[in-house]
């Protein structure tokens, strides 16, 4: 897969899974009443993060906002920080992976700046989808354990006579749509870390030159280099000039028989 296309996929997924965190926070069905044993009920009940809502047989939906904050579980408390943080993270990551996308020329922006906005878009993905899951996983902990004392306290036996007063509530809808949201900006954010690597250029490797300081002419060959002084040059021309001179020379000391005529 090339560095575009890794790119491109893991900001896609990250940012489908940013949506489907906003809408799980903010999505009443969190908690819904269990009608396993009594499947025929007049009113239905569920809770989110917010608010709990009550559904009656007739159709009519009636919600109502939780109005404290310190009166709340602690552990609800911390599955609402989790979940907002993630949202705020997924959020700044999706901003930072915007202009760090390749496919995108922002300017003279060059590739080792949008490898750095890459990495820490891809941090940043992982991060929040990490608080998603974690957060969803924690309330949906509480479910299970509010589930099983209740079921315990529902079938206390008191006399021959079975109690069936309290309610029971299960998994929502919500649960699931963060866990799905939470594992597609996670995957996102793994993919934007890989691109990252694509987009950091590549190194160049220059191979070392020696250079002699006190030669005028160097002249380069595979296996060395060779040195020649302007020294050298003077003494091969003055030996040509020396033995054209003593050609002349000796052909003056010797005269020819032309030279009598």
Same mark, same amino acid.
């Given at each position: +897969?090339?560095?575009?296309?890794?790119?491109?996929? #893991?900001?896609?997924?990250?940012?489908?899974?940013?949506?489907?965190?906003?809408?799980? %926070?903010?999505?009443?069905?969190?908690?819904?009443?269990?009608?396993?044993?009594?499947? *025929?009920?007049?009113?239905?009940? &569920?809770?989110?993060?917010?608010? $709990?809502?009550?559904?009656? $047989?007739?159709?009519? %939906?009636? @919600?109502?906002?939780?109005? %404290?904050?310190?009166?709340?579980?602690?552990?609800?408390? !911390? *599955?609402?920080?989790?979940?907002? *943080?993630?949202?705020?993270?997924?959020?700044? #990551?999706?901003?930072? $992976?915007?202009?760090?996308?390749? @496919?995108?020329?922002?300017?003279?922006? /060059?590739?080792s700046a949008k490898a750095t +906005?890459?990495?820490?878009?891809?941090?940043?993905?992982?991060?929040? #989808?990490? @608080?998603?899951?974690?957060?969803?996983?924690?309330?949906?902990?509480?479910?299970?354990?509010?589930?099983?004392?209740?079921?315990?306290?529902? &079938?206390?036996?008191?006399?021959?006579?079975?109690?069936?007063?309290?309610?029971?509530?299960?998994?929502?809808?919500?649960?699931?749509?963060?866990?799905?949201?939470?594992?597609?900006?996670?995957?996102?954010?793994?993919?934007?870390?890989?691109?990252?690597?694509?987009? *950091?250029? /590549?190194?160049?490797?220059?191979? !070392?030159?020696? &250079?002699?300081? $006190?030669?005028?002419?160097?002249?380069?060959?595979?296996?060395?280099?060779?040195?020649?002084?302007?020294?050298?040059?003077?003494?091969?021309?003055?030996?040509?000039?020396?033995a054209g001179a003593h050609t /002349?020379?000796?052909?003056?000391?010797?005269?020819?028989? &032309?030279?009598?005529?």
């Amino acid at each position: +897969m090339s560095t575009t296309t890794c790119q491109v996929v #893991g900001f896609l997924l990250s940012m489908l899974g940013l949506a489907g965190c906003i809408a799980a %926070t903010g999505m009443d069905m969190w908690s819904t009443q269990d009608l396993y044993d009594n499947p *025929v009920t007049s009113v239905f009940q &569920y809770e989110g993060l917010w608010r $709990s809502c009550v559904r009656q $047989s007739s159709g009519f %939906t009636e @919600c109502r906002p939780y109005f %404290t904050i310190l009166g709340l579980p602690a552990m609800l408390q !911390a *599955v609402r920080a989790l979940m907002i *943080v993630g949202i705020v993270l997924g959020a700044i #990551g999706l901003l930072v $992976s915007i202009f760090a996308l390749k @496919c995108i020329r922002i300017g003279n922006m /060059e590739d080792s700046a949008k490898a750095t +906005m890459t990495l820490t878009s891809g941090i940043m993905f992982i991060i929040s #989808g990490l @608080c998603a899951i974690v957060g969803v996983s924690v309330f949906a902990n509480m479910l299970v354990t509010n589930f099983w004392m209740s079921t315990a306290n529902m &079938y206390s036996s008191m006399g021959g006579m079975v109690q069936t007063v309290q309610n029971r509530y299960t998994f929502g809808s919500a649960l699931f749509v963060g866990w799905v949201a939470g594992g597609l900006t996670l995957i996102g954010g793994v993919m934007m870390c890989i691109a990252c690597r694509g987009l *950091v250029p /590549e190194e160049t490797n220059y191979k !070392a030159v020696s &250079y002699h300081a $006190s030669g005028h002419n160097v002249s380069y060959k595979p296996g060395g280099f060779k040195t020649t002084t302007g020294f050298e040059s003077s003494a091969k021309n003055k030996k040509i000039y020396d033995a054209g001179a003593h050609t /002349e020379d000796e052909a003056q000391s010797h005269p020819s028989k &032309y030279d009598y005529v």
